[in-house]
Nanobody, 116 residues
Framework: QVQLVESGGGLVQAGGSLRLSCSAS???????MAWYRQAPGKQRELVAT???????NYVESVKARFTISRDGTKNTVWLQMNGLKPEDTAVYYC???????????WGQGTQVTVSS
């Protein structure tokens, strides 16, 4: 089992920055990690992924603005968000997995609101 806790969301003006953190309850250095987001009335969307080896991938709409990173020693994953736009407004969720048992884990989400 892995418990994930996100933090760092908030209200920011367009063009601003936020840094989201996802802290895991145990060692996650062998597990692929990801950030998703869900805007009101929309389906949950994959934003960024990072493998256990540090290989990253991003949805086209956030490339060059968002950066996902991880620290295995701290069991933490971050999402640095720069150049925020109103369309980035959503609840952002941290995701881990699948682990060695094929399970995936989700955090409770953190709200990001970008005002125009």
């Amino acid at each position: 089992q892995v418990q994930l806790v996100e933090s760092g969301g908030g209200l920011v003006q367009a063009g601003g920055s936020l840094r989201l953190s996802c802290s895991a309850s145990r060692n996650i250095f062998t597990i692929n990690m990801a950030w998703y987001r869900q805007a009101p009335g929309k389906q949950r969307e994959l934003v960024a992924t990072i493998t256990s080896r540090g290989i990253t991938n991003y949805v086209e709409s956030v490339k060059a603005r968002f950066t996902i990173s991880r620290d295995g020693t701290k069991n933490t994953v971050w999402l640095q968000m720069n150049g925020l736009k109103p369309e980035d407004t959503a609840v952002y969720y941290c995701n881990a997995g699948p682990d060695q048992n094929g399970l995936e884990y989700w955090g409770q989400g953190t709200q990001v609101t970008v005002s125009s």
